[in-house]
């Protein structure tokens, strides 16, 4: 091969060569983009609708024998009876004491578990064994008896993968619990359109607060 | 008949015990009457259906009692009331403390525990009540006790 034709050659070779590399370049194989992270937002623990004429906020401990009581005695029909038909917006909000070693743990759970939608009945749960896993510590297996398996594995990696979300929304609680005074648990704050009606502390009975609540939507 | 000292004696007490009254009546009545029910529930003591009515009315009771007092109108048949009333609230916060139950005593809204402070308090009043009705009983009969 005389040296014109080896040149030619060459340039073809190497055009062919950067030809190929320039559509590596315009066209590369690139991997999927990494999965944004969904900003984590934490459910509201409250039941009804947000547009009703009365809103109740409840700050509780899960540990308190009083607040138990509050929550199965009078929350449960407050939520059947006012929540479910609009008159009443319940939110639930944490004042975890000092003094109760698995209360926050607690909070944290149920918190977990209204990302699930399972706030209510890890609530219910949790109040009704309160004896046995405020003594033993041992919380999961009350949770575990109102979640799905699929529930229970997500309600965990929530709490594993937002902690610090749920730790903030606890507090939050507990500082808007110091707004009104709140000096022990349970108490109950209710308000008619942002105007605040009362700030009660300790436990009354459905007939009570039924009364009451009648007689402010009367109004 | 008393003696004039021991008349003035019982007419500070009526009177001390009539503005206790009043205060305490006007704190309750001047917030939600669902605070004072929660108070009320919290001894353990009345049936669910009796809550709401007592907490609507006795702050009103109370008030009433507390102004007869201070004005000296039928001290012989308010003072036994308002001893009767004060006995029934040591003996509610007895039976409380007996059951070990950590709650408020409610006497002047929330805020307070059962607790020797309180039992003191209640008990000098119960006293004092106590005296004012037997004082009520040895005095004469000025003109203001004739509806007595």
């Known amino acids: 091969m005389n040296k014109p034709m080896l040149a030619i050659l060459l340039l073809l070779v190497a055009g062919l060569a950067a030809n190929t590399g320039a559509q590596n370049k315009t066209a590369p194989k690139s991997p999927s983009p990494p999965a944004k992270a969904e900003p984590f937002t934490m459910p509201p623990h409250a039941s009804g609708s947000k547009d009703a004429p009365i809103v109740m906020e409840v700050w509780t401990d899960f540990e308190c024998p009083h607040c138990k009581e509050l929550y199965l005695r009078t929350l449960r029909r407050v939520i059947d009876d006012y929540c479910a038909s609009g008159k009443v917006y319940l939110i639930h909000r944490d004042y975890p004491l000092p003094g109760h070693q698995h209360s926050r743990e607690a909070a944290r759970w149920a918190s977990a578990a209204a990302t699930v939608g399972k706030y209510e009945a890890v609530t219910e749960a949790l109040f009704t064994a309160q004896e046995t896993w405020s003594v033993s510590g041992s919380i999961e297996p009350v949770v575990a008896t109102v979640l799905s398996p699929a529930e229970l594995q997500k309600v965990k990696q929530v709490m594993s993968a937002h902690k610090e979300e749920i730790e903030a929304a606890i507090e939050n609680d507990v500082f808007l619990g110091h707004e009104v005074q709140v000096t022990q648990t349970p108490t109950t704050k209710i308000s008619q359109k942002g105007v605040t009606l009362s700030v009660s502390p300790g436990n009354f009975p459905y007939a009570t607060l039924k009364s009451y609540l009648d007689s402010q939507l009367a109004k | ?148």
């Open chain 2, 1 to 148: 008949m008393a003696s004039p000292k021991l008349d003035r004696l019982l007419t500070a007490a009526r009177i001390t015990l009539g503005v206790i009254f009043t205060y305490a009546a006007f704190l309750k009545v001047s917030m939600s009457w669902l605070t004072f029910a929660a108070s009320i529930d919290a001894y353990q003591i009345l049936p669910d259906w009796s809550v709401t009515p007592l907490a609507q009315l006795l702050p009103w009771f109370e008030l009433a009692l507390g102004v007869l007092l201070v004005s000296g109108f039928a001290v012989r048949w308010i003072a036994p009331v308002v001893t009767l009333l004060l006995a029934g609230f040591f003996s509610a916060m007895v039976h409380a403390h007996m059951k070990g139950l950590d709650i408020d005593c409610g006497c002047f809204g929330p805020g307070e525990k059962i607790g020797s402070n309180t039992f003191l308090r209640d008990g000098t009043l119960v006293a004092l009540a106590l005296a004012v009705t037997v004082g009520s009983f040895l005095r004469g009969s000025p003109a203001r006790h004739r509806l007595q």
